[in-house]
C-alpha cells in the first residue's frame, strides 16, 4: 500500500517552456503533498506544502510565481515550472502523506532538464 | 536548530559487516524520526522510523538506536548485502509535519 505516482519520470525541454509534472496518490487520500527538490549528490530541499484546497505554503527563496502548486484534489498534486530556464534543471519529488497520523511517501520523482 | 546533522558522508562495509550511520538534531520539538533509502534516479523509500518514546526499534536488519538525552539517532545494517548499497537519509519532524532531512549517507558495501 501507501504508493506515490509521479509523472512524467523525465522530461527535457527548450528555455522558455512551462513543464507540469504531476503526482498522484494511488491507494491512499493524500490529505497533504510536498515538493522537494534534489541536486546531484545533495539532500533533499523541500520546495513547498500543500493542503487539499488550499494555496501552497511555500519555503523561504523558493518563488511562488515560478513554481506553481495545485492540489485541487485527494488524489492529484501538480507542480509547473513556469518559464523554465537552464537553471531550474533538477530532480523534483513529491511525497504524500493522508491523514491523521501518517508518514510520507514519496513518489519516484521527475527529471527536469532544461536546454 | 532545524538542523539534521548526517555522517559519515560515505560509508564502504564488505558483505555481511554492520553498517552504521549517525545523526543529530537540535530541535527538542522533533517527535518522529524517520530514515529513507534512496537509489539512483529513484525516490526515497520509507525504511524504518521511531519515535522518542522507544531507545531502539528493530525490523529485519535494520536497527535504529536512539539517545534522547543526546539528541541522536543511529541506524545499523546488521549482515549488509550489495543490495544494500544505496543513500540512505535520516529525517526528522515534529508529528508528521515537513521533514529536515540530513546530509545523506552513501553506502557502498563490496562483495
Known amino acids: 500500500g501507501a504508493v506515490v505516482s509521479q509523472h512524467p519520470s523525465r522530461v527535457i525541454c527548450k528555455s522558455g517552456t512551462s513543464v507540469k509534472i504531476e503526482c498522484r496518490s494511488l491507494?491512499?487520500?493524500?490529505?497533504?503533498m510536498f515538493w522537494y527538490r534534489q541536486f546531484p549528490k545533495q539532500s533533499l530541499m523541500l520546495m513547498a506544502t500543500?493542503?487539499?484546497?488550499?494555496?501552497?505554503?511555500?519555503e523561504q527563496g523558493v518563488e511562488k510565481d515560478k513554481f506553481l502548486i495545485n492540489h485541487a484534489s485527494l488524489t492529484l498534486s501538480t507542480l509547473t515550472v513556469t518559464s523554465a530556464h537552464p537553471e531550474d534543471s533538477s530532480f523534483y519529488i513529491c511525497?504524500?502523506?493522508?491523514?491523521?497520523?501518517?508518514?510520507?511517501?514519496f513518489g519516484d520523482g521527475t527529471r527536469l532538464s532544461i536546454l | 536548530q532545524q538542523q539534521v546533522k548526517q555522517s559519515p558522508q560515505s560509508l564502504i562495509v564488505q558483505k555481511g559487516g554492520i553498517s552504521i550511520i549517525n545523526c543529530a538534531y537540535e530541535?527538542?520539538?522533533?517527535?518522529?524520526f524517520p530514515w529513507y533509502q534512496q537509489f539512483p534516479g529513484k525516490g526515497p523509500a520509507l525504511l524504518i522510523a521511531?519515535?522518542?518514546?522507544?531507545s531502539e526499534k528493530k525490523e529485519g536488519r535494520f536497527t535504529i538506536s536512539f539517545n534522547k538525552s543526546a539528541k541522536q539517532f543511529s541506524l545499523h545494517i546488521m549482515d549488509s548485502q550489495p543490495g544494500d548499497s544505496a543513500t540512505y537519509f535520516c529525517?526528522?519532524?515534529?508529528?508528521?509535519?515537513?521533514?529536515?532531512f540530513g546530509t545523506g549517507t552513501r553506502l557502498l558495501v563490496s562483495p
Open positions: 511525497s504524500a502523506r493522508g491523514p491523521g497520523v501518517q508518514p510520507q511517501h
Open positions: 491507494d491512499f487520500q493524500a490529505t497533504t
Open positions: 500543500s493542503n487539499e484546497g488550499s494555496k501552497a505554503t511555500y
Open positions: 530541535n527538542t520539538a522533533f517527535d518522529y
Open positions: 521511531i519515535r522518542p518514546d522507544v
Open positions: 529525517a526528522a519532524s515534529k508529528g508528521f509535519q515537513k521533514l529536515v
